[in-house]
């Protein structure tokens, strides 16, 4: 399974940005999504997960209400949309995939490279 995460960018305090995540490979509709992020010094935190159906999400709390993660079966993708950004959400985001990890989990097999989200003050 190989992920590809793209769609980060230099924003303003209070902007919006789209990230996604193209799969290929091996990749079954029954893997569970997620999104995570790394900022500078910091270990990578969980952000968002979406369950293979698309029915359950999950959030940290610290970007509830602020970002929604949705996903394409037919296209092998998940998105993350980013509103009212906040300096604080600077990191590296990743997604990831698996089987088994739901949830708040951080236990994925699968994971992108990363793309890099900047928010300035």
Same mark, same amino acid.
């Given at each position: 399974v190989q992920?590809?995460?793209?769609? /980060?960018?230099?924003? $303003?305090?209070? @902007?919006?940005? *789209?990230?996604?995540? &193209?799969?290929?490979?091996?990749?079954?509709?029954?893997?569970?999504? /997620?999104?995570?992020r $790394?900022a500078? @010094?910091k270990? *990578?935190?969980?952000v &968002?997960?979406?369950?293979?159906?698309g029915?359950?999400?999950y959030?940290?709390?610290?970007?509830k209400?602020?970002?929604?993660?949705?996903r394409?079966? &037919?296209?092998?993708?998940?998105?993350?949309?980013?509103?009212?950004?906040k300096?604080?959400?600077?990191?590296?985001?990743?997604?990831?995939?698996?089987?088994?990890?739901?949830?708040y989990?951080?236990?994925y097999?699968?994971?992108?490279?990363?793309?890099l989200?900047?928010?300035?003050?």
């Amino acid at each position: 399974v190989q992920l590809q995460a793209s769609g /980060g960018g230099l924003v $303003q305090a209070g @902007g919006s940005l *789209r990230l996604s995540c &193209a799969a290929s490979g091996q990749i079954r509709n029954n893997y569970n999504m /997620g999104w995570f992020r $790394q900022a500078p @010094g910091k270990e *990578r935190e969980f952000v &968002a997960s979406i369950t293979w159906s698309g029915g359950i999400t999950y959030y940290a709390d610290s970007v509830k209400e602020r970002f929604t993660i949705s996903r394409d079966n &037919a296209k092998n993708a998940v998105h993350l949309r980013m509103n009212s950004l906040k300096p604080e959400d600077t990191a590296v985001y990743y997604c990831a995939a698996d089987t088994d990890a739901w949830g708040y989990s951080i236990e994925y097999d699968y994971w992108g490279q990363g793309t890099l989200v900047t928010v300035s003050s």
